[in-house]
């Protein structure tokens, strides 16, 4: 949350301020065009917090801010979805979830909501993929208590029942709904088509996934994948440093941080043929097309600089060759984008957009027009200007709160990138030219590589993607979650 306090002056300050000006036409005329006016690089250095070493596996992240009494707390454990079997997906978001939701050794689930209420304080627990978190926010009056509760979650879960019967339900019923938007089902579809359904970021939630998760495989995940593993505690808001690293060296004293459980990190390889796949909804008016491939490693030596070019391709809004193409030129979508993603070991390349099936086979020539012209011509001067001053703006806002400057301090360690990645991104984004930005496509943009997905009406759409001339129409089945 972005703290700011506007001041404001009284009238009559005001009246009296305006009464020291001098008004007449020779400074009126003295007075220069403001687009002559040249101003000095802002001169901005990104803030860093605080960083120790409380024990053996525990590490403590922390920056003070007494502008508002609250506090803000997490426990972050190197474990996620990536640690699951190919049989039980969901068992990590389940089972992180379970960890306040199925109450402790000293509270039960409704007792434990209730003291947070009374407390007025939010605990939250959840599981990405390499990564899994819990979290708490409180007034610092009430840090202690709502910090004890945290604790007992993290150290005595009791994993009720009741409520994992209730979190299995959430799930299920989240299957149940989450194709009712067409692009979330072709984005699923596209990332299973690129990196091959087996490949841990491609897996995703069944009901029999779901459905085969017991209540021990929770236990168990928490036992080989949380307890006494290695830990990083981030703390900003209204504490003291001193006091809240000896709370910490108490809170975890007998805590082993011993290393985490092994990840499943393997390679990824594009898995499917270049082409045109079709996926048969015969209930929707429109289509959704994504085209593109295997995108970059998050360590890239270009990670920083592809911002620029991805702004410019389809991330840019109305500034952006996809979006003033595609929408504002051809009238062929409300909304469209496409960036070159960054990954753990490689991200997905996309270009995506809903157009009317009658304009199916338009609609993707232009996209891969676009995306290929971006590996053989420069981009102009204002293109070039207009990206670089946006990411220049967007980075120095990334530093808004003590919570964001923590928490991208921890993940970006956790990343791997270098001790200087903040200190030297803006010199890079402002060293980037139109050379630099054509490097990047002829490096990440592979044309001959494209996987396109359409999701749509077949009587509609199957003649414009047989007129594209790029070979067979594979047709893949609907899933039905």
């Known amino acids: ?4 306090r506007e001041k404001w002056l009284s009238l009559a300050v005001v ?5 020291t000006l001098t008004f007449s036409p020779s400074a009126l005329r003295a007075q220069k065009d403001p687009k002559t006016l040249h101003f000095p690089d802002l001169e901005f250095k990104a803030q860093k917090p605080g960083m120790t070493t409380v024990k053996k596996g525990v590490t403590f992240y922390f920056k003070e801010d007494h502008e508002q009494p609250v506090i803000n707390a997490s426990v972050i ?9 190919a049989d039980k997906v969901g068992l990590a978001s389940l089972a992180m979830r379970m960890l306040k939701a199925g109450g402790t050794g000293t509270l039960t689930p409704d007792a434990l909501e209730e003291k947070l209420d009374f ?53 299920l019923e989240s299957i149940r709904r989450r194709f009712d938007y067409p692009t979330s089902l072709g984005l699923a579809l596209f990332t299973e088509l690129v990196y091959g359904r087996d490949f841990p970021e491609a897996r995703r939630t069944t009901s029999a996934t ?28 209204d504490f003291k440093q001193a006091q809240a690293l000896d709370l910490l060296q108490k809170s975890f004293k007998g805590w082993k941080g011993n290393a985490p459980a092994k990840l499943d990190l393997r390679k990824a390889a594009l898995a499917a043929k270049p082409g045109i796949y079709l996926v048969d909804k015969p209930d929707m008016s429109q289509a959704v097309i994504i085209l593109g491939h295997l995108g970059l490693n998050n360590l890239d030596p270009d990670n920083v600089e592809v911002g620029i070019f991805n702004f410019i391709l389809g991330t840019g809004s109305f ?12 009238g062929l ?32 020539r232009l996209m891969m027009d676009i995306s290929a012209d971006m590996t053989r011509n420069f981009v102009t001067a204002e293109e070039l200007e207009v990206a670089k001053k946006y990411e220049v703006n967007a980075f120095v806002h990334k530093f808004d709160s003590a919570q964001a400057v923590v928490s991208q301090a921890i993940y970006l360690k956790l990343d791997g990138h270098p001790d200087n990645y903040l200190d030297t991104y803006l010199p890079r984004i402002k060293k980037v030219d139109a050379a630099r930005v054509l490097a990047i496509g002829k490096k990440a943009v592979r044309p001959e590589d494209m996987v396109i997905l ?8 199957i003649d414009g993607l047989k007129a594209l001339g790029l070979g067979e129409v594979s047709e893949l089945p609907l899933p039905k979650e």
Do not use: H
């Not at 990564?131 to 009056?141: A, D, M, P, Q, R």
């Not at 500034?319 to 051809?330: A, F, G, K, T």
């Not at 496409?338 to 609609?363: H, P, Y």
């Open 210 to 237: 779901i459905n085969a998760i017991t209540l021990e495989d929770i236990k168990a995940f928490y036992e080989k994948n949380v307890r006494d593993r290695e830990i990083i505690v981030a703390l900003t808001g």
């Open 15 to 19: 009246g009296i301020l305006l009464g």
């Open 119 to 171: 407390l007025g304080s939010t605990i939250g627990s959840y599981a990405g993929p390499e990564y899994s978190e819990i979290s708490l926010w409180t007034l610092g009056k009430n840090f202690d208590e709502t910090w004890k509760v945290l604790l007992d979650i993290l150290f005595n879960p009791a994993f009720d029942q009741g409520r994992f019967d209730t979190e299995k339900k959430k799930d």
């Open 77 to 85: 454990i190197k474990t996620g979805s990536l640690t699951e079997p």
């Open 454 to 461: 359409v999701v749509g009406k077949k009587a509609e759409v």
């Open 319 to 330: 500034n952006s060759r996809l979006m003033r193409e595609v929408r504002s030129n051809r």
């Open 333 to 364: 979508a409300y909304m469209t984008f496409g960036s070159i993603g960054l990954g753990r070991d490689k991200g997905l390349f996309s270009n995506v957009c809903m157009t009317k099936s009658q304009s199916v086979g338009e609609a993707i």
């Open 1 to 4: 949350m972005r703290l700011c």
